[in-house]
């Protein structure tokens, strides 16, 4: 499947950041071509086996990546919460994933602990793919939503993008902030003081691309091309009464965006708790369910490009 100078086969997913442009844009071809495999099923990774060790709570990331392996003609294993695994007898990761390797062909890993990829990463024979770690980073999030968007607005260059809500703790901002830089676009940032995002990632992407601080949601929304909204992380606050502080301080409802474009796509990685109303639900801008079908398509190709099925 092209560009034959982009090699793939055997990489970890750590960081959005060890991709470049072209890379990501290879991706995401990849992954149009897969729609087809997603409809249909395939048989391109038979006999392949993937992990999935979560260890913090999921529902989308892990259930696609078993999906995504299986219509494409793989197998999975694995746990989702630590408590069912030997981590709950004090066994550490390294030596999860020095067992993990002789079972799997590629290990999908979610982790409350910054840098636990990349741990898991310096011990794995086989490929690592960063299911999120912490309030770090979920690259291959980044690359659904971009995906996303590029599907939605047929272009990533020249865009408008808001990013709205838990900029601190959340880690899916974090990889589609990087993620986005190295694009043509332009960023705003809308987040309660206390959540503001990160200084390191704002320092990694405001000599990239245009970053706007501390916007008013009210003021930009006509202007804006996608509109992402995160949950606020609740169990990332270290103590209870900064999270009452910010509880439910900002919501999407209809008339948030009343003035928006038509064609405004709104995008959200989920789960949702009450930072959109239901009743966007049902507006031609609301695209998160869409996002959630894409998952499976990008963790498909990143799944064949891992394991070297395709390049
Ligand atoms: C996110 C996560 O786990 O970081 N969910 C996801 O993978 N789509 C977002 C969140 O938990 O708020």
Known sequence: MGAHHLEFKGRDIISIEDFSQAEINHILNVTAQMEPYAKGGSDLLKGK??????????????????????????????FAEPDVSSARKGENLADT????????????????????????????????????????EH???????????RKEKGKLDGLKIALV???????????????????????????????????????????????????????????LDVLYVTRIQKERFLDAAEYAKVKGAYRVDLKAIEKAKKDLAI??????????APEVDNTPQAKYFTQVWNGVVVRMALLSLVLGAVS
């Open 49 to 78: 086996i993937l992990a999935t060790l979560f260890f913090e709570p999921s529902t989308r990331t892990r259930l696609s990546f078993e999906t995504a392996m299986l219509k494409l003609g793989g197998s999975y294993i694995g």
């Open 97 to 136: 994933i020095r067992t993990v390797e002789n079972y799997a062909d590629v290990i999908a890993l979610r982790h409350s602990l910054e840098g636990s990829a990349k741990l898991a990463a310096e011990f794995s024979k086989v490929p690592i793919i960063n299911a999120g770690t912490g309030a770090e």
């Open 139 to 149: 690259p291959t999030q980044a690359l659904i939503d971009l995906y996303t968007i």
């Open 165 to 223: 809500g838990d900029l601190r703790y959340g880690r899916t901002v974090h990889s589609l902030a990087y993620g986005l830089a190295k694009y043509n676009v332009e960023l705003f940032l809308v987040s309660p003081e206390t959540l503001r995002m990160r200084k390191d990632v704002i320092q990694g992407i405001k000599n990239r691309i245009p970053v706007a601080e501390n916007v008013n949601l009210e003021k930009i929304i006509p202007q």
């Open 267 to 276: 995008l959200h990685p989920l789960p949702r708790v009450d930072e959109i």
